[in-house]
C-alpha cells in the first residue's frame, strides 16, 4: 500500500527555483524512502507560486488537485508568506481551518 503526501501552499513549498532534485517534494520523498524502504510512498507537490490560502481556494486550484490525487494519507499546509500581506490573524486562520475542512471532507 502506497502512503500519500500532499503539499500545499505558496512559493516556499513549491520551490520551483530550486533544481528538481532539491525541490521539497523530491527531498521529502527520497528521504522517505530511505528511512521506510519497505513503504512506498508517494509525495505530490500542489504548491504554486505566489499563492496564498484564500485565493487558492477561490481560484479552484485546490479543486483541480482535489480530482487528480487518488487519495492522501498526509497533507502538509504551509501558507502564511504571502497571506500576512493581504489579511489579518484571524482572517488567516478562518481560511486554514477551512481548507482543513475540506481535506478532512476530500480524503477521510
Same mark, same amino acid.
Given at each position: 500500500?502506497?502512503?500519500?503526501?500532499?503539499?500545499? &501552499?505558496?512559493?516556499?513549498?513549491?520551490?520551483?527555483?530550486?533544481?528538481?532534485?532539491? @525541490?521539497?517534494?523530491?527531498?521529502?520523498?527520497?528521504?522517505?524512502?530511505?528511512?521506510?524502504?519497505? @513503504?512506498?510512498?508517494?509525495?505530490?507537490?500542489?504548491?504554486?507560486? &505566489?499563492?496564498?490560502?484564500?485565493?487558492?481556494?477561490?481560484?479552484?486550484?485546490?479543486?483541480?488537485?482535489?480530482?487528480?490525487?487518488? &487519495?492522501?494519507?498526509?497533507?502538509?499546509?504551509?501558507? &502564511?508568506?504571502?497571506? @500576512?500581506?493581504?489579511?489579518?490573524?484571524?482572517?488567516?486562520?478562518?481560511?486554514?481551518?477551512?481548507?482543513?475542512?475540506?481535506?478532512?471532507?476530500?480524503?477521510?
Amino acid at each position: 500500500m502506497t502512503s500519500r503526501i500532499a503539499l500545499f &501552499g505558496g512559493s516556499s513549498v513549491r520551490t520551483s527555483y530550486l533544481p528538481e532534485a532539491t @525541490q521539497h517534494h523530491n527531498v521529502l520523498q527520497e528521504t522517505l524512502r530511505r528511512a521506510y524502504p519497505n @513503504q512506498a510512498v508517494e509525495v505530490t507537490n500542489c504548491a504554486d507560486n &505566489g499563492e496564498f490560502v484564500a485565493r487558492y481556494l477561490l481560484a479552484g486550484k485546490y479543486e483541480n488537485h482535489r480530482e487528480n490525487l487518488p &487519495g492522501i494519507d498526509v497533507a502538509i499546509l504551509r501558507f &502564511g508568506a504571502n497571506d @500576512q500581506k493581504r489579511m489579518d490573524v484571524a482572517e488567516y486562520k478562518a481560511h486554514v481551518n477551512f481548507f482543513v475542512d475540506l481535506l478532512e471532507a476530500d480524503f477521510p
